[in-house]
């Protein structure tokens, strides 16, 4: 039996957070594969479900994110399960809108869900770490996390969902590179920044206005070579 866990805050305040996107991902897998409906226990929200071939528990802890691990270590010690079985998802400002990186142990980051699941389960789980972007600056960073997706970011978190949700077997089976690469490959099309270069594009050479480009070159005006405005010339640059 395996534990995936997604992390975020109960509550319809929280629900659209960036802190949410694990609680985000656990819904759609649970939608996409058909899990039991979602019941209490373990502090927790839970879903059962079968990922390829393996019995999966889903769980959304509700004791809010400083204390996902005592919901999650819950689950783990009633089914005599180690550190191994867990799949965590959560959110990830060290990594570009978008992009997934998936990884087993580490250090927690500064993120205080993670920070408690290894205070009650040890680090050695699978981590999806699902990118978020950074605000630029350490004080935004809070703000950040606890607001809500911008209308715009919708165009690929859908597509983002959908495709944890479509590929999760892979993460059961053990599978975490195809894993990435599906997911790669889902986002390529809606121009989401996958890559490690999260530079902006070079800008397109400056295009003169149509006013201009519609205007004919004028030839040079031609210099009279008689007649008073010949004459003045003449005298003006000492001309005979």
Same mark, same amino acid.
């Given at each position: 039996?395996?534990?995936?866990?997604?992390?975020?805050?109960?509550? #319809?305040? $929280?629900?659209?957070?960036?802190?949410?996107?694990?609680?985000?991902? #656990?819904? #759609?897998?649970?939608?996409?594969?058909?899990?039991? %409906?979602?019941?209490? +226990?373990?502090?927790?929200?839970?879903?059962?479900?079968?990922? @390829?071939?393996?019995?999966?528990?889903?769980?959304?802890?509700?004791?809010?994110?400083? &204390?996902?691990?005592?919901?999650?270590?819950?689950?783990?010690?009633? $089914? +005599?399960?180690?550190?191994?079985?867990?799949?965590?998802? $959560?959110?990830?400002? =060290?990594?570009?809108?978008?992009?997934?990186?998936?990884?087993? @142990?580490?250090?927690?980051?500064?993120?205080?869900?993670?920070?408690?699941? !290894?205070?009650?389960?040890?680090?050695? $789980?699978?981590?999806?770490?699902?990118?978020?972007?950074?605000?630029?600056? +350490?004080?935004?960073?809070?703000?950040?996390? &606890?607001?809500?997706?911008?209308? @715009?970011?919708?165009?690929?978190? =859908?597509?983002?969902?959908?495709?944890?949700?479509? !590929?999760a077997g892979?993460?059961?089976?053990? !599978? =975490?590179?195809?894993?990435?690469?599906?997911?790669?490959?889902?986002?390529?099309?809606? &121009?989401?920044?996958?890559?490690?270069?999260?530079?902006? /594009? %070079?800008?397109? %050479?400056?295009?003169?206005?149509?006013?201009?480009q519609a205007? /004919?070159?004028?030839?040079?005006?031609?210099? /009279?070579?008689?007649?008073?405005?010949?004459?003045? &010339?003449? +005298?003006?640059?000492?001309?005979?």
């Open positions: 039996m395996l534990v995936f866990a997604g992390l975020g805050n109960p509550g #319809a305040k $929280y629900q659209n957070n960036r802190h949410n996107v694990g609680f985000m991902a #656990a819904d #759609a897998i649970a939608r996409r594969h058909s899990f039991s %409906p979602w019941s209490k +226990k373990f502090q927790g929200l839970i879903s059962e479900g079968t990922l @390829g071939g393996e019995k999966v528990l889903l769980i959304k802890p509700q004791t809010f994110m400083n &204390l996902s691990g005592q919901s999650v270590g819950e689950a783990l010690r009633f $089914y +005599k399960l180690d550190a191994a079985a867990l799949t965590v998802f $959560y959110d990830e400002i =060290d990594l570009a809108a978008g992009k997934v990186r998936v990884k087993v @142990g580490g250090g927690s980051g500064g993120h205080n869900g993670i920070r408690s699941l !290894d205070q009650h389960v040890g680090n050695a $789980y699978r981590r999806v770490r699902i990118g978020v972007g950074h605000p630029g600056v +350490k004080e935004m960073v809070h703000g950040h996390v &606890l607001g809500d997706f911008a209308k @715009g970011d919708r165009e690929w978190l =859908d597509v983002l969902l959908d495709a944890i949700a479509d !590929d892979l993460l059961a089976k053990g !599978d =975490d590179n195809s894993f990435m690469n599906r997911i790669t490959l889902a986002l390529r099309d809606k &121009l989401v920044p996958t890559g490690d270069d999260d530079r902006p /594009p %070079p800008k397109a %050479p400056k295009q003169q206005s149509h006013i201009r205007r /004919p070159q004028q030839p040079p005006a031609k210099v /009279p070579e008689s007649g008073p405005m010949a004459a003045m &010339l003449k +005298k003006l640059f000492g001309k005979d």
